[in-house]
């Protein structure tokens, strides 16, 4: 199959590097490979690199487009309430804002930001602030530069969640999302208003607390954050991650409006990858960033000396290139139309000069028919002669001398034998060999009679008629 786009999501959950191919062509996106590599900051580095370069290599992907998505823990997020007067000046007020949540210089963070689409305020600028503190992020980057992996682009893993389930849904609007990542041990809640990334949280899941206790304090709490008024409805709880289908089996009886994300986002999955939808959720949210535009929450934590930038003459080899197919498929047409109306004159003289050969053909054809059928009839009187003796005869030659048969039925051209020989199995390959049988099958099982000594069999054939 060819695909058009290629985007790879690389999520860090936890002590796990989880990577995720998303793939597209004019039919949609397809979820193509994925791979979970376990405490991979333990592995010797050499040869996780080699496992790494191998995956890509073997299953023919590249890595110019690749996203990295980092935890809910490694990021701090908040939400800006700015009035729409600022828009002009957005870049700057925001910086003065990140200024004021470094206390000092070793604090010093990498973020970004995005205007909230969908708050319904005009008056009012909803932004979304994310920051990691810049020696997190560049750990994190100096170890997958290592394990040959240089990301074009950097998000929360959670926010590309959202995204991924934005895009897919029809109608947002007047609407609540709750969406769970859930891990054995922990639970992000997002909060999708509108559309709009409004709430995020993670929390760690306690020794013996119940997924049912644990969302429902969440849900409680994002309910409160995000002022739901009485007419405010939750459409519905979308679970994602590993543990999401063991906690639905406990979440369905206390919190009915749960579902798990495969079946509100819908992509195809050739092979294994369909049972790994869940666990590879947010992973797939990072490759679908990487081939998806005008996405609802558009982020980049890397800074902008790392960040892969093309000008405007990268794209003009591509667009000389597209118009030199275009005019080789339009000449292709032109002259496959000229051929065609060539050939069809051609096959016209012909037909004329063939029509008088055909019609002695169709009559001898119409003889042949008639002959034929009176063949049919003929053999199915001799086809309902009854076979019996003559399949007796046969397997009176062919058995061997130590088989004897203690049952016999022939039924619609079905035979079915029974007996006790010295070596049952061996006699399926003989009774293969006859011209009057096929499809030998054995019913049940061959077992040793303690009296005779042999042992006893019970097989079915068809009659080769």
Not at 92 to 110: A, D, G, H, L
Not at 143 to 149: D, F, K, N, R, T
Not at 289 to 300: C, D, E, F, K, Y
Not at 380 to 405: C, H, Q
Request: with cysteine.
């Amino acid at each position: 199959m060819i695909y058009l786009k290629t985007g790879i999501g690389i999520e860090l959950r936890g002590e796990d590097m989880l990577i995720s191919a998303l793939q597209s062509n004019f039919a949609g996106e397809v979820f193509t490979h994925f791979k979970r590599i376990a405490e991979y900051r333990q592995r010797d580095k050499e040869g996780l690199r080699r496992e790494i370069a191998f995956f890509f290599k073997s299953k023919g992907l590249s890595k110019e487009n690749i996203v990295l998505g980092i935890p809910r823990s490694d990021i701090v997020i908040r939400h800006l309430d700015l009035p729409a007067e600022v828009a002009d000046n957005l870049k700057q007020v925001i910086q003065y804002q990140v200024q004021s949540f470094e206390p000092t210089e070793e604090e010093r963070s990498y973020y970004d930001y995005t205007v909230l689409e969908g708050t319904g305020n005009k008056k009012r600028l909803s932004v979304l602030l994310a920051m990691v503190k810049k020696s997190l992020l560049d750990e994190h980057l100096q170890l997958l530069l290592v394990l040959g992996i240089k990301p074009v682009a950097v998000i929360g893993s959670s926010m590309a969640l959202s995204n991924l389930f934005s895009r897919k849904q029809k109608d947002l609007r007047n609407k609540i999302y709750f969406l769970a990542d859930l891990t054995p041990t922990s639970l992000e809640l997002l909060a999708l208003r509108d559309g709009a990334y409004v709430y995020s949280r993670g929390v760690s899941k306690e020794i013996g607390q119940s997924w049912s206790d644990l969302m429902l304090r969440e849900v409680n709490e994002a309910a409160s954050k995000i002022r739901l008024g009485p007419d405010d409805a939750l459409e519905k709880i979308v679970l994602a991650g590993e543990a999401s289908e063991t906690a639905l089996g406990e979440l369905e009886a206390d919190v009915p409006a749960c579902e798990l994300l495969k079946n509100s986002v819908k992509f195809e999955a050739p092979g294994d990858n369909a049972l790994h939808f869940q666990e590879a959720a947010c992973s797939l949210g990072l490759a679908y960033a990487g081939i998806a535009r005008g996405l609802p929450v558009r982020m980049n934590f890397l800074p902008e000396e790392l960040r892969q930038h093309q000008t405007r003459w990268a794209y003009v080899p591509a667009f000389i290139l597209g118009l030199i197919i275009v005019a080789l498929l339009a000449a292709l047409g032109f002259h496959r139309m000229i051929q065609n109306r060539t050939l069809i004159q051609r096959l016209d003289q012909e037909i004329l000069s063939l029509k008088a050969p055909v019609e002695r053909v169709q009559s001898l054809q119409r003889r042949s028919d008639a002959t034929e059928t009176r063949i049919r009839t003929i053999e199915e009187v001799f086809r309902k002669k009854d076979m019996n003796l003559e399949v007796l005869k046969e397997l009176t030659s062919i058995l061997p001398a130590d088989t004897f048969l203690s049952t016999y039925t022939y039924r619609d051209g079905i035979i079915q034998m029974a007996g006790s020989s010295g070596s049952a199995p061996d006699l399926i390959s003989k009774l293969e060999k006859s011209p009057l049988l096929k499809d030998v099958t054995q019913k049940g099982q061959i077992f040793r009679d303690a009296q005779t000594g042999k042992e006893r069999f019970n097989f079915e054939a068809k009659l080769e008629r």
